[in-house]
């Protein structure tokens, strides 16, 4: 049974699943919250018919339109936010755990395969190009580059290591850990890291500064980075993995680093120190003025462009009450970043696996 046909037998199954309940609940439900089941119904059902015609399009090798994935990813919006109102309006249907670890007062545990499908419809959008320079070794390369690079920032070995740490994190938070793909919402960010034209640019400018302390520390990264600039030499380097790795780094992160001792004081847990260097890509600006004004967690931003980047991220993206703050604490932004939390502990497994060799 190939897998188109058990899509729509899952379908088929949810369908029955999400319809039952709801045919049982209406004599006893209040308007609002009739409203809120409508509501959630409706966008079940977009989020539904978005995939089959995606499914479909991709099948019969049709074109795609401009940003294939942003209806997609606005359904898939619509569809958590309108079941946390459903919640909040009727918490019986808060349901049980999921294993997208989303917390369940947002999801319903019974349309798991529709996430299943989603995620294989982006990884065919997104699929790297036919000239995609690969990485034998994508996690470790990550890892001795930022190490290399904190370490020419002047880190200690134990927070140079953070660092390497960390942006395993950073390409989990950006790719699922998939090197040189594309971009489905976005014809301006691409490659392991995300980076665009100009961002690119800047992380090799900052690379060629301090290309010679690099090679003082570790001549053999320093000599694997000669071969990856002569590979790339002529194409698009945020297809090569090492340079838009390393690239990457440079431009966003490289000068954070500097702030690694005293980040791990303030933020112990891993996981929250991989969420800041995130928030270094979503919100880079409100992002340093957090750690320069020694007091990051009560640090408070409310400036509609930068909750309009957060929730662009899925940063209190979903339901009316959180929809509905015009500003936040980094304390409260690191708690809403939940949706960040099971890339990072897949970063964290992916780090231990490769110190253990």
Known sequence: ??????????????????????????????????EALAAYERALADFKS???????????????????????YLARVAVISTYKDLTDALPARIGKPNKFEIPPAYFDAAIEPLIDEYAALFEIMEAPPANAQNSATPFKDV???AVAIARAKGLAPP????????????FFAETNGKQNVRNGRSNTYMGSFQTGPS????????????????????PELSARDDKEEARARGTDHRFNHWTNVRDGLMN?????????????????????????????????????????????????????TVMKHLRNNSIFAFGQADRARTSASFREILAAMWLFNRKFERAMAKYAEIKGR
């Open 143 to 145: 890892v001795d580059l």
């Open 159 to 170: 927070h140079a290591q953070a660092a390497g740490r960390i942006s395993v994190g950073l």
């Open 252 to 304: 966003a992160h490289a000068d954070v680093f500097r702030e690694i001792p005293a980040i791990v004081k303030t933020l112990p847990d891993p996981i929250d120190q991989m969420k800041l260097f995130e928030l270094i890509q979503i919100v880079p600006t409100p992002t340093r003025s957090a750690l320069k004004s020694g007091d990051l967690l009560n640090y408070r931003v409310s400036s509609p």
């Open 50 to 72: 978005v995939l089959a015609e995606r499914r479909r399009q991709i099948e019969a090798k049709q074109p795609l339109p401009n940003l294939p994935g942003q209806a997609l």
């Open 199 to 218: 961002e690119d640019r800047n992380g090799r400018r900052k690379w060629e500064a301090i290309k010679g302390e690099i090679a003082a520390i570790d």
């Open 1 to 34: 049974m190939g897998p188109r046909y058990l899509v729509a037998a899952a379908l088929t199954a949810l369908a029955l699943l999400v319809t039952a309940p709801a045919v049982g609940q209406q004599g006893t439900l209040t308007a609002k919250q009739s």
